[in-house]
C-alpha cells in the first residue's frame, strides 16, 4: 500500500505561481512513477504530469513550458510547480503513484486539491 498527502492547493491570479507538494509513505518501494491529474467539473480526469523513478518526464500538451514536476527522493515527495496558470487550469488536482507501466500496474490517488485560477 502507498499513502500519498498532497498539500499546496488554493486560489492563484492568472499569471501567478503555485507549488503543489506530495509526499508519499508506505510501500515507496515499489512506485515506477508518480504524477498529477486534474478533474474539473464536467470533465474526465487527465494527466498533467508525470515523473519516472528514472527521472523520465511526460506532461499534457496544454501545461507544456508552464508547470514542472520534479522529486524529492529524499522526501519522497513530487512537486508540480504551476506557473503562469490559466483560468482554464482550475480543477481538483490529485497525486498519483503507480507501480509499473504495464496493465498489470497499481493506481494509488491521493484526496485531491482544489486549484482555482481567477483574479
Known amino acids: 500500500q502507498v499513502q500519498l498527502v498532497e498539500s499546496g492547493g488554493g486560489l492563484v491570479q492568472p499569471g501567478g505561481s503555485l507549488r503543489l507538494s506530495c509526499a508519499a509513505s508506505g510501500s515507496i518501494f515499489s512506485i515506477w512513477a508518480m504524477g498529477w491529474y486534474r478533474q474539473a467539473p464536467g470533465k474526465q480526469r487527465e494527466l498533467v504530469a508525470r515523473i519516472t523513478s528514472g527521472g523520465s518526464t511526460k506532461y499534457a500538451d496544454s501545461v507544456k513550458g508552464r508547470f514542472t514536476i520534479s522529486r524529492d527522493n529524499a522526501k519522497n515527495t513530487v512537486y508540480l510547480e504551476m506557473n503562469s496558470p490559466k483560468p482554464e487550469d482550475t480543477a481538483v488536482y490529485y497525486c498519483?503513484?503507480?507501480?509499473?507501466?504495464?496493465?498489470?500496474?497499481?493506481?494509488?490517488w491521493g484526496q485531491g486539491t482544489q486549484v482555482t485560477v481567477s483574479s
Open positions: 498519483n503513484a503507480r507501480t509499473a507501466p504495464s496493465v498489470e500496474g497499481m493506481d494509488y
